[in-house]
């Protein structure tokens, strides 16, 4: 399995900016597909994005839609989640999730998982 690392949450007020990072290790980066899932207290963990192993494709839930942005650098063996214009409900514990496959939607289906990183969103 891969190791995953998140990096880059904290405190920032609504209408702001984030950038998630997400650094890989321990197998070949590039074959995997990524994705981005969070989870808030007394809820399930929720897709957010998504992104194929060459990038071309990504995928988002309909609340962070034209919000959030997944990309990857397959050099850098990271994935990366931008998020701007944030809302109180954004926040949650965010992971970032591997897979060997296409990129799924479904939290069930990586097998590989990083630690989270807290983003709370201040009104």
């Given at each position: 399995?891969?190791?995953?690392?998140?990096?880059?949450?904290g405190?920032?007020?609504?209408?702001?900016?984030?950038?998630?990072?997400?650094?890989?290790?321990?197998?070949?980066?590039?074959?995997?597909?990524?994705?981005w899932?969070?989870?808030?207290?007394?809820?399930?963990?929720?897709?957010?994005?998504?992104?194929?192993?060459?990038?071309?494709?990504?995928?988002?839930?309909?609340?962070?839609?034209?919000?959030?942005?997944?990309?990857?650098?397959?050099?850098?063996?990271?994935?990366?989640?931008?998020?701007?214009?944030?809302?109180?409900?954004?926040?949650?514990?965010?992971?970032?999730?591997?897979?060997?496959?296409?990129?799924?939607?479904?939290?069930?289906?990586?097998?590989?998982?990083?630690?989270?990183?807290q983003?709370?969103?201040?009104?």
């Amino acid at each position: 399995q891969v190791q995953l690392v998140e990096s880059g949450g904290g405190l920032v007020q609504a209408g702001g900016s984030l950038t998630l990072s997400c650094a890989a290790s321990g197998r070949t980066f590039s074959s995997y597909a990524m994705g981005w899932f969070r989870q808030a207290p007394g809820k399930e963990r929720e897709f957010v994005a998504s992104i194929s192993q060459n990038g071309v494709a990504a995928y988002y839930s309909e609340s962070v839609k034209g919000r959030f942005t997944i990309s990857r650098d397959n050099a850098k063996d990271t994935v990366y989640l931008q998020m701007n214009s944030l809302k109180p409900e954004d926040t949650a514990i965010y992971y970032c999730a591997a897979r060997v496959g296409y990129p799924s939607t479904f939290p069930n289906m990586y097998d590989s998982w990083g630690q989270g990183t807290q983003v709370t969103v201040s009104s």
